[in-house]
């Protein structure tokens, strides 16, 4: 885990100012801020936060229930605190996951995991991971997963794949937004949030999400 944690933050450090500045900053500066705050940019009626809002787009917001998908962690209980070793400033790896109920007729999973209590400190709702045109066959999503068959877009940290936890004003609630869909998407890797709910459009067959807690 310390060699993987290692090569996320090295990538970022070569790939991304933003992320250079994620690996060596804490608090506030976790989310592209300082102790003196930025200029929040304006909320909409989705009540998400300039770019990362569309109107209609599905990944904003939370994932409403939508037929009997489902989504389980075995290191979490929905609504309970995420351990500790899947923060930002401890192993940095995704914790496991479990699906089922995915609906006939799906070809893929789109998954989003994102901080809407970080609107107040970054001005935006913080996306932690993002991974699309996962098989809609999988059941189960390891611990420190390494997608071959799926695409990992880049987080908020400027980081491709899984970024943990990291709030800096107190407890924080991460959604866990699952999607099944019934086609792949047709986005480039460097795909954003937007992009890829936009993508999704007329594709949902169901959705759920899983919430856990973190704090400080």
Sequence with gaps: MAEHS??????????????????????????????????????????????????????????????????????????QPIPRQYGRDESDVNPPLSISGVPDGAETLALVVDDPDAVEPAGEVWLHWLVWNVPATRTEIPEDWTPERATEGVNDFGERGYGGPAPPDGEHTYRFKLYALDASLEVPADASKRDVGDAMRDHVLASTQLVGTYAP
Aim: with cysteine; charged share 15%.
């Design 6 to 79: 290692t090569r996320r933050r090295l990538l970022a450090a070569a790939g991304s100012g933003v992320a250079a500045l994620a690996a060596g900053c804490s608090g506030l500066e976790w989310y592209g801020g300082d102790s003196a705050g930025t200029e929040p940019e304006p909320t909409t009626a989705t009540g998400e936060t300039g770019n990362e809002t569309t109107t209609g787009n599905p990944v904003v917001g939370d994932a409403a229930q939508a037929g009997d998908l489902a989504l389980s962690s075995s290191a979490f209980d929905g609504g």
